[in-house]
T-cell receptor, first 114, second 118 residues
Framework: AQSVTQLGSHVSVSEGALVLLRCNYSSSVPPYLFWYVQYPNQGLQLLLK??????LVKGINGFEAEFKKSETSFHLTKPSAHMSDAAEYFCAVRIGGSQGNLIFGKGTKLSVKP | GAVVSQHPSRVICKSGTSVKIECRSL??????MFWYRQFPKKSLMLMAT?????????EQGVEKDKFLINHASLTLSTLTVTSAHPEDSSFYIC??????????????FGPGTRLLVL
């Protein structure tokens, strides 16, 4: 069965510091990988996605993620955190098939300290 | 980007009543919509996949008679929680497929509906 593991339910960084949110997946076939962000009282917004091609994917708001097949990872990074980055981040995997359902990790809450 | 709305954003009801939640794709047509349930400090759990003009496909463990899904048009899907009980209290989120095809289709999420059953 496919699964997604996000290490750390809560990550706290200082403003201007590096943001690193970890995501590992298990899948027997090449997955399609996504990062979503959820701000308080709002729906999920797509940050970035990996489907095929270049393994380093750039998304919105300065975020990027790198697909590492050998490590089955898709960690999300941002060089310099802003206060506005405080939110819940979800990693998700989508496996091939007619429906291609998304399987979500449990989420990581990012706090940014001034 | 594509916009998905949900109505209502919050609902409180008495045990035993039914509640309908609407999910609309505002600026695109969605042949497929998904319904998720999110528990506090938990991930999103897919409940069912709704396809326009056909019956929804429910995930294992989800009662289809309790969570009625209707996808009558390319822009509207509804989730009705029938005979709601306190354990049905949760955050329900819909998403609509838009752009691309098949595996590369991006899902756009609604803002969610907070249901509280007293």
């Amino acid at each position: 069965a496919q699964s997604v593991t996000q290490l750390g339910s809560h990550v706290s960084v200082s403003e201007g510091a590096l943001v690193l949110l970890r995501c590992n997946y298990s899948s027997s076939v090449p997955p399609y990988l996504f990062w979503y962000v959820q701000y308080p009282n709002q729906g999920l917004q797509l940050l970035l996605k990996y489907t095929t091609g270049a393994t380093l994917v750039k998304g919105i708001n300065g975020f990027e993620a790198e697909f590492k097949k050998s490590e089955t990872s898709f960690h999300l990074t941002k060089p310099s955190a802003h206060m506005s980055d405080a939110a819940e981040y979800f990693c998700a995997v989508r496996i091939g098939g007619s429906q291609g359902n998304l399987i979500f990790g449990k989420g990581t809450k990012l706090s940014v300290k001034p | 980007g594509a916009v998905v709305s949900q109505h209502p954003s919050r609902v409180i009801c008495k045990s035993g009543t039914s509640v309908k939640i609407e999910c609309r794709s505002l600026d695109f047509q969605a042949t497929t919509m998904f319904w998720y349930r999110q528990f506090p400090k938990k991930s999103l759990m897919l409940m069912a996949t709704s396809n326009e003009g056909s019956k929804a496909t429910y995930e294992q463990g989800v009662e289809k008679d309790k969570f009625l899904i209707n996808h009558a048009s390319l822009t509207l899907s509804t989730l009705t929680v029938t005979s709601a009980h306190p354990e049905d209290s949760s955050f329900y989120i819909c998403s609509a497929g838009g752009g691309g095809s098949g595996i590369q289709e991006t899902q756009y999420f609604g803002p969610g509906t907070r249901l509280l059953v007293l």
